[in-house]
């Protein structure tokens, strides 16, 4: 029912900036809180950001806070990562998520419902 692609990814230096962007299929994304998550090699993924329908609420990982910014359009159909001061931990595979839902919390990443295939961000020192 939704497809979700990111695009944005790159390489960048430490301390520089990228923004990731997710678009989604239909017309249904106003019902879906959106998360981004990332893995990087040979580790877990983990929770980096997400944001509720409206987009009035958005919640991050603590290593993220103050750096990354989660925004939605719900026109565009897109959510979008900014991502500033960036260091060389954050290299890794970004990948947006869609849980439908009529509300909206910070959803662990089995809980939803579709799922991106990533982009890559790579950070040099």
């Known amino acids: 029912q939704v497809q979700l692609v990111e695009s944005g990814g790159g390489l960048v230096q430490a301390g520089g900036s990228l923004r990731l962007s997710c678009a989604a299929s239909g017309r249904t994304f106003s019902s879906y809180h959106m998360g981004w998550f990332r893995q990087a090699p040979g580790k877990e993924r983990e929770f980096v950001a997400s944001i509720s329908w409206s987009g009035r609420t958005p919640y991050y990982a603590d290593s993220v806070k103050g750096r990354f910014t989660i925004s939605r359009d719900n026109a565009k159909n897109t959510v979008y990562l900014q991502m500033n001061s960036l260091k060389v931990e954050d290299t890794a595979v970004y990948a947006c998520?869609?849980?439908?839902?009529?509300?909206?919390?910070?959803?662990?990443?089995?809980?939803?419902?579709?799922w991106g295939q990533g982009t890559q961000v790579t950070v040099s020192s």
């Open positions: 998520a869609a849980k439908f839902t009529s509300y909206s919390r910070n959803y662990s990443d089995n809980e939803y419902d579709y």
